[in-house]
């Protein structure tokens, strides 16, 4: 009677909460930025400059442990430390019966984890239970022999008496969850996998938000959801992200898996997804970037640098603002300045370089960013963010040896990764329309 009250009532709270697809070994999940009017993380009194605002510091943090966890790593950078992993979230379930868990989607990271009563030490959550490993009859705590407690390497903690394996993974800012490493079932809607790798977090502290349980951890490595689940979705997963400024629709972007992921079209460019260390990361190259028909050739200084020329540039959903090296950056702005006839201003929040009062967009140049065979136009209004009334400053920050392209400049692109095939398309499209 019970289970039949609890599984009554997720399956009322996951048909409200999530809306699912599934045909043909695909499946869509939405990916709710989170700060849309949709995202329990919302809050309606503090301003879209704010808003804004607390953005770019994220931005700020996650480049930092991008870049200190990548082949970028030798590159310097400092930030102030907080944030999220992530600026999207996910609603999952995870269990038997299923269990509701709203995750941030990490496309760098990779293992997926919720918070795990009983506590030793968890942040604050409302919203989404936490998981109770007893009351689902499909949990199966993982031993430190196990193939997936081997693939955990570095995040692998000393194994205890009980011999269930034990995680620990790092958010760079401090943040961390440790935990047992299980498998259980996952529920992305009505699809529904067995056995799938997690990290039960039984010690969870630091940026993490109430409203959220954890991580889905979608990189490229092999405890990813993506290749855990790579006999039905092959490798295969595509994102469209609607515009995060516009508050007054209740629209959510899509991330798809499968065969529902194929980025199609006559207007499809594709590059290749460069194969690094740690595979959590996806690499492309970025060969040039152009102002108009003016050629801007990637480059960077320091030759103690470890960014070969192929997968010189992370592609990232979590990273709201683009990273570029200086070098590039500096022919980048004085190209654009040169082209832009407008009011130059100081960034109010001193935090851009380049902004413009009242800026006629009709006025800035295309940017084409040159992926190694995928040209993509980025138009001036994905370039320049309003910060402030008036105020319009270039989203794109000097970095010293490490650049992301980040999920600003991935609006209205449906991109599609493909890890079997090694490669990244991406389809103009309007995402609102999607
Ligand atoms: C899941 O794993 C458990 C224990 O490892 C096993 O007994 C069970 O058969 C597996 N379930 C499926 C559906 O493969
Ligand atoms: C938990 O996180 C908070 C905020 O990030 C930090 O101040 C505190 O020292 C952390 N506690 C432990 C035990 O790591
Ligand atoms: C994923 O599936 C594809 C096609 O079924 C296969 O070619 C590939 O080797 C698999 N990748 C992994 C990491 O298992
Ligand atoms: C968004 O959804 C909320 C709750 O369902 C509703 O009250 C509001 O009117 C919607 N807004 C728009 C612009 O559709
Ligand atoms: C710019 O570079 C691309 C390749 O990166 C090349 O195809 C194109 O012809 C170049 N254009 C000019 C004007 O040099
Ligand atoms: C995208 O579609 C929405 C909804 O139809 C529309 O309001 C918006 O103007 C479109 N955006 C662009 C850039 O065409």
């Excluded at 399956?11 to 695909?26: C, F, H, N, P």
């Excluded at 991008?66 to 907080?82: G, M, N, Q, V």
């Excluded at 972007?253 to 690094?276: Q, Y």
Aim: aromatic share 10%.
């Amino acid at each position: 009677m019970n289970t039949l009250i609890l599984l009554t009532l997720s399956l009322t709270i996951s048909v409200s909460l999530s809306k699912t697809s599934q045909k043909d070994g695909g499946f869509t999940v939405d990916l709710i930025h989170i700060d849309s009017p949709l995202s329990p993380l919302y809050n309606p009194s503090v301003s879209l400059t704010d808003r804004l605002r607390n953005a770019f510091h994220r931005s700020m943090s996650r480049a930092f442990r991008l870049s200190k966890t990548s082949a970028f790593r030798d590159s310097k950078i400092e930030a102030d430390i907080f944030g999220l992993p992530g600026e999207y979230i996910m609603k999952i379930q995870i269990g038997t019966p299923p269990v509701d868990v709203l995750g941030i989607a990490d496309t760098g990271s990779d293992l997926t984890w919720a918070q795990c009563q009983p506590c030793k030490k968890c942040y604050k959550q409302v919203g989404p239970p936490f998981l109770v490993p007893t009351s689902s009859s499909t949990y199966h705590a993982q031993s430190c022999q196990s193939e997936s407690c081997v693939v955990l390497s570095d995040s692998q903690l000393p194994c205890g008496s009980k011999n269930i394996c034990q995680y620990k993974m790092g958010y760079g800012d401090g943040s961390y969850s440790i935990g047992d490493l299980a498998t259980d079932t996952f529920w992305f809607g009505p699809a529904c996998f067995y056995n799938v790798t997690f990290g039960c977090g039984h010690v969870n502290n630091g940026s993490f938000n109430e409203h959220v349980s954890g991580i889905v951890g979608l990189g490229g490595g092999p405890l990813s959801i993506i290749n855990q689940l790579n006999s039905t979705i092959r490798g295969k997963f595509s994102y469209c992200l609607i515009s995060v400024i516009d508050e007054a629709s209740n629209q959510t972007s899509k991330i798809h898996f499968g065969d529902l992921a194929n980025v199609l079209g006559d207007d499809v460019v594709s590059t290749p997804l460069v194969m690094k260390e740690p595979s959590t990361y996806y690499y492309v190259t970025l060969e040039s970037v152009s102002v108009g028909h003016n050629n801007l050739s990637y480059k960077q200084s320091g030759s103690k640098s470890t960014v070969q020329d192929r997968g010189n540039i992370i592609v990232d959903s979590g990273t709201t603002l683009t990273f570029l090296p200086r070098e590039l950056y500096n022919d980048l702005s004085s190209s654009l300045t040169k082209a832009i006839s407008g009011v130059a201003v100081g960034d109010p929040g001193r935090y851009f370089e380049i902004c413009y009062l009242d800026l006629n967009l009709d006025n800035v140049p295309t940017v084409t960013f040159r992926f190694t065979g995928a040209d993509v136009a980025v138009p001036p209004v994905k370039m320049f963010v309003e910060v402030e009334n008036g105020v319009s400053c270039l989203g794109i920050k000097p970095s010293d040896g490490f650049a992301i392209f980040g999920n600003l400049l991935q609006r209205d692109l449906f991109i599609g990764f493909d890890l079997v095939k090694q490669k990244l398309s991406f389809r103009p499209t309007n995402c609102s329309m999607h």
